[in-house]
Protein backbone atom coordinates (compact mmCIF):
# COMPACT_ATOMS: atom_id res chain seq x y z
CA UNK A 1 0.00 0.00 0.00
CA UNK A 2 1.60 3.26 -1.51
CA UNK A 3 0.94 6.47 0.46
CA UNK A 4 2.33 10.08 -0.96
CA UNK A 5 2.77 11.26 2.27
CA UNK A 6 5.06 8.64 3.85
CA UNK A 7 8.40 8.54 3.35
CA UNK A 8 10.48 5.83 0.87
CA UNK A 9 9.80 2.88 3.31
CA UNK A 10 10.89 0.30 0.35
CA UNK A 11 13.70 -1.09 2.51
CA UNK A 12 11.64 -1.17 5.54
CA UNK A 13 10.92 -4.38 6.40
CA UNK A 14 7.76 -3.37 8.43
CA UNK A 15 6.69 -0.64 5.38
CA UNK A 16 3.02 -1.10 5.93
CA UNK A 17 0.02 -1.92 8.06
CA UNK A 18 -0.27 -5.23 6.87
CA UNK A 19 3.47 -6.27 7.97
CA UNK A 20 2.97 -4.07 11.05
CA UNK A 21 0.18 -6.27 12.15
CA UNK A 22 2.17 -9.76 11.32
CA UNK A 23 4.90 -8.42 12.98
CA UNK A 24 3.16 -7.77 15.81
CA UNK A 25 1.28 -10.70 16.18
CA UNK A 26 4.03 -12.73 15.56
CA UNK A 27 6.54 -10.94 18.45
CA UNK A 28 3.42 -11.31 20.76
CA UNK A 29 2.92 -15.34 19.79
CA UNK A 30 6.57 -15.67 20.23
CA UNK A 31 6.59 -13.94 23.19
CA UNK A 32 3.46 -16.04 25.09
CA UNK A 33 5.74 -19.27 23.34
CA UNK A 34 8.77 -18.28 26.09
CA UNK A 35 6.76 -17.74 28.91
CA UNK A 36 4.86 -21.19 28.78
CA UNK A 37 8.30 -22.47 28.23
CA UNK A 38 9.52 -20.64 31.65
CA UNK A 39 6.31 -21.09 33.06
CA UNK A 40 6.94 -24.92 32.23
CA UNK A 41 10.16 -25.36 33.34
CA UNK A 42 9.85 -23.40 36.99
CA UNK A 43 7.54 -25.88 37.99
CA UNK A 44 9.94 -29.04 37.35
CA UNK A 45 12.66 -26.81 38.85
CA UNK A 46 10.64 -26.56 41.97
CA UNK A 47 9.74 -30.32 42.13
CA UNK A 48 13.75 -30.85 42.29
CA UNK A 49 15.61 -31.86 45.40
CA UNK A 50 17.58 -28.95 47.05
CA UNK A 51 21.50 -29.38 46.47
CA UNK A 52 23.86 -27.21 48.68
CA UNK A 53 27.81 -26.53 47.28
CA UNK A 54 30.63 -24.71 47.65
CA UNK A 55 34.07 -24.41 46.45
CA UNK A 56 34.74 -25.76 42.55
CA UNK A 57 38.06 -27.94 40.91
CA UNK A 58 39.05 -31.43 42.86
CA UNK A 59 39.84 -31.75 47.04
CA UNK A 60 42.23 -33.59 48.06
CA UNK A 61 41.52 -36.44 50.77
CA UNK A 62 39.61 -35.83 53.99
CA UNK A 63 41.21 -37.20 57.26
CA UNK A 64 38.88 -38.93 59.96
CA UNK A 65 39.50 -40.86 63.09
CA UNK A 66 38.64 -44.71 62.74
CA UNK A 67 36.08 -44.92 65.46
CA UNK A 68 36.59 -47.21 68.18
CA UNK A 69 34.00 -49.15 68.22
CA UNK A 70 31.15 -50.14 65.99
CA UNK A 71 28.67 -46.85 65.39
CA UNK A 72 28.83 -44.00 63.18
CA UNK A 73 30.21 -41.03 63.34
CA UNK A 74 28.95 -37.37 61.19
CA UNK A 75 30.67 -34.62 59.38
CA UNK A 76 27.68 -32.52 58.60
CA UNK A 77 29.81 -30.05 56.50
CA UNK A 78 31.29 -32.49 53.95
CA UNK A 79 27.93 -34.64 53.83
CA UNK A 80 29.73 -37.53 54.81
CA UNK A 81 29.37 -40.62 57.29
CA UNK A 82 31.48 -42.53 58.62
CA UNK A 83 30.48 -46.18 59.75
CA UNK A 84 32.47 -48.84 61.81
CA UNK A 85 30.83 -52.33 61.78
CA UNK A 86 32.21 -55.86 62.03
CA UNK A 87 35.79 -54.68 61.56
CA UNK A 88 35.38 -52.84 58.77
CA UNK A 89 35.06 -48.98 58.31
CA UNK A 90 33.24 -47.27 55.25
CA UNK A 91 32.41 -43.47 54.56
CA UNK A 92 28.67 -43.08 53.33
CA UNK A 93 26.81 -39.77 51.72
CA UNK A 94 24.66 -38.77 54.16
CA UNK A 95 21.89 -38.24 51.09
CA UNK A 96 19.68 -41.07 50.91
CA UNK A 97 20.15 -42.52 47.75
CA UNK A 98 15.79 -42.17 47.00
CA UNK A 99 15.76 -38.46 47.39
CA UNK A 100 18.63 -37.21 48.81
CA UNK A 101 17.52 -37.03 52.38
CA UNK A 102 20.04 -36.99 54.86
CA UNK A 103 20.02 -40.29 56.88
CA UNK A 104 20.26 -41.42 60.36
CA UNK A 105 22.00 -43.64 62.40
CA UNK A 106 19.71 -45.90 64.38
CA UNK A 107 22.13 -46.82 67.35
CA UNK A 108 20.07 -49.42 69.09
CA UNK A 109 19.62 -51.26 65.88
CA UNK A 110 22.99 -50.79 64.12
CA UNK A 111 21.62 -49.32 60.89
CA UNK A 112 20.90 -46.32 58.96
CA UNK A 113 17.01 -45.13 58.00
CA UNK A 114 15.36 -42.34 56.25
CA UNK A 115 13.57 -39.96 57.55
CA UNK A 116 11.60 -39.41 54.85
CA UNK A 117 10.17 -42.10 53.51
CA UNK A 118 11.59 -44.60 56.03
CA UNK A 119 14.18 -46.97 53.47
CA UNK A 120 16.46 -48.66 55.63
CA UNK A 121 20.05 -49.73 55.02
CA UNK A 122 22.64 -51.72 57.04
CA UNK A 123 25.70 -50.45 59.11
CA UNK A 124 27.31 -51.59 55.79
CA UNK A 125 24.97 -49.84 53.90
CA UNK A 126 23.34 -52.01 52.16
CA UNK A 127 19.87 -51.35 51.50
CA UNK A 128 16.98 -53.33 53.34
CA UNK A 129 13.58 -51.89 52.70
CA UNK A 130 11.56 -48.63 51.33
CA UNK A 131 11.70 -46.71 48.43
CA UNK A 132 15.33 -46.84 47.36
CA UNK A 133 16.57 -49.07 45.28
CA UNK A 134 20.04 -49.04 46.60
CA UNK A 135 22.71 -48.82 49.11
CA UNK A 136 23.77 -45.84 50.23
CA UNK A 137 26.67 -44.36 48.26
CA UNK A 138 29.95 -45.15 49.16
CA UNK A 139 33.16 -42.77 48.99
CA UNK A 140 36.41 -44.35 47.75
CA UNK A 141 38.62 -44.52 51.27
CA UNK A 142 42.31 -45.68 51.95
CA UNK A 143 44.12 -46.08 55.51
CA UNK A 144 46.41 -43.96 56.71
CA UNK A 145 47.52 -45.75 60.26
CA UNK A 146 45.14 -45.15 62.67
CA UNK A 147 42.90 -42.25 60.28
CA UNK A 148 40.80 -42.82 57.41
CA UNK A 149 41.53 -40.78 54.41
CA UNK A 150 38.34 -40.38 52.24
CA UNK A 151 38.38 -38.91 48.86
CA UNK A 152 35.44 -36.63 48.50
CA UNK A 153 35.42 -36.63 44.70
CA UNK A 154 34.96 -40.90 43.62
CA UNK A 155 31.55 -41.47 45.27
CA UNK A 156 30.34 -44.64 43.95
CA UNK A 157 26.69 -46.00 43.51
CA UNK A 158 25.67 -50.01 43.92
CA UNK A 159 23.89 -49.73 40.41
CA UNK A 160 26.72 -48.19 38.98
CA UNK A 161 29.66 -49.02 40.10
CA UNK A 162 29.06 -52.43 41.47
CA UNK A 163 32.69 -53.38 41.62
CA UNK A 164 33.73 -50.27 43.11
CA UNK A 165 31.36 -50.27 45.41
CA UNK A 166 32.01 -53.23 46.66
CA UNK A 167 35.67 -52.50 47.30
CA UNK A 168 34.99 -49.12 49.20
CA UNK A 169 36.09 -50.27 52.35
CA UNK A 170 38.91 -51.01 54.58
CA UNK A 171 39.26 -53.92 56.97
CA UNK A 172 40.74 -53.76 60.25
CA UNK A 173 42.12 -57.00 60.77
Known amino acids: MDHPDRNDCAGCPIGDAMERRAF ?7 ALVAMGSIGGFAERA ?13 RV ?7 STDGAVIDKDESVIIARADGKVYAFSLACPHQNTAIRWEGADHRFQCPKHHSR ?3 DGTFIEGRATRGLDRFAVKRDGDNLLVNLDALFREN ?3 AQ ?3 AFIALT
Request: proline residues 6%.
Open 165 to 167: WAA
Open 160 to 162: ENA
Open 24 to 30: LRDAVAG
Open 46 to 58: SAMPVAFARGIGT
Open 61 to 67: DKTYAIP
Open 121 to 123: YRA
